[in-house]
């Protein structure tokens, strides 16, 4: 990964099972930048709850948040760890 890489989790809270294909089709997008990913469904609310821990450009993560964030249902937030990490 880049030294310029942030580390993120978007957390989402999915309320509308209708964009489920579209919250994948934009995770598919930025796979590259994905290292983890952990979806817990909420049945007896009717959610599904998902975090995508991400090591990437900061750009990149607020463009996925933000894009998720749009879709109809789906409520999308970053988390940014303080600091790049060097490996």
Do not use: F, W
């Not at 249902?73 to 600091?83: D, F, L």
Request: proline letters at 2%; one cysteine or more.
């Amino acid at each position: 990964m880049e030294n310029n890489n942030r580390v993120a989790t978007v957390a989402m809270i999915i309320d509308d099972s209708s964009c489920i294909e579209q919250v994948n089709d934009l995770l598919h997008e930025y796979s590259r930048y994905i290292i983890g990913r952990m979806g817990v469904p909420y049945r007896e609310k009717g959610l599904n709850i998902i975090n995508v821990v991400l090591d990437a450009p900061a750009d990149a993560i607020s463009a996925l948040s933000g894009k998720l964030g749009r879709l109809q249902g789906v409520t999308a937030k970053a988390v940014y760890a303080k600091q790049a990490q060097n490996a």
